[in-house]
């Protein structure tokens, strides 16, 4: 199952007259909070470890990464049993939290994220989720993929 496909998001940065990449910011920024919290599947861990250390260490962005090792698709086999379960449960709502609390991230250019603010609001909604209290967002009068 495919969480997010950065093609998915091209026809609306060909409307906003945006570059295209920016179609995978937002995914590419959930990536590397995964990648940072070793949630990526084993396979990957094992066949990219040097990559993805490179990613962790900001050698490379996520969004480079993201492009050539993952090819814009985004899904389970991407990641390990924990972070699936979190995925499951949450992605969505990341979509529309990000609407709300972090509208540059959505088909913004890579280099403005606040990466560090993201993993923050990120590691509170992971703890929540492992504690059995995730907050999902809800907007009304939108679906979740109408939130920009």
């Known amino acids: 199952m495919s969480y997010d496909r950065a093609d998915?998001?091209?026809?609306?940065?060909?409307?906003k007259s945006l570059p295209e990449e920016n179609?995978?910011?937002?995914?590419?920024?959930?990536?590397?909070?995964?990648?940072?919290?070793?949630?990526?599947?084993?396979?990957?861990?094992?066949e990219d470890?040097?990559?993805?250390?490179?990613?962790?260490?900001g050698e490379l962005s996520a969004a480079?990464?993201?492009d050539e090792y993952m090819d814009w698709?985004?899904?389970?086999?991407?990641?390990?049993?924990v972070g699936n379960q979190f995925t499951s449960a949450y992605y969505e709502s990341y979509l529309a939290d990000l609407g709300i609390?972090?509208?540059?991230?959505?088909?913004?250019?890579?280099?403005?994220?606040?990466?560090?603010?993201?993993?923050?609001?990120?590691?509170v909604k992971f703890n929540e989720f492992k504690n059995g209290n995730l907050k999902i967002a809800t907007?009304?009068?939108?679906?979740?993929?109408?939130f920009w």
């Open 23 to 46: 179609a995978a910011t937002h995914i590419a920024a959930y990536v590397r909070w995964c990648i940072q919290r070793n949630l990526i599947a084993e396979e990957f861990a094992k």
């Open 64 to 66: 480079t990464y993201f």
């Open 8 to 15: 998915w998001h091209t026809d609306t940065c060909a409307e």
């Open 49 to 57: 470890s040097e990559v993805l250390e490179q990613v962790r260490k």
């Open 101 to 123: 609390f972090f509208p540059n991230v959505v088909y913004g250019e890579w280099e403005s994220i606040d990466f560090d603010r993201l993993a923050s609001f990120l590691d």
């Open 73 to 81: 698709k985004f899904g389970e086999w991407n990641l390990n049993d």
């Open 139 to 146: 907007r009304k009068g939108k679906s979740w993929w109408k």
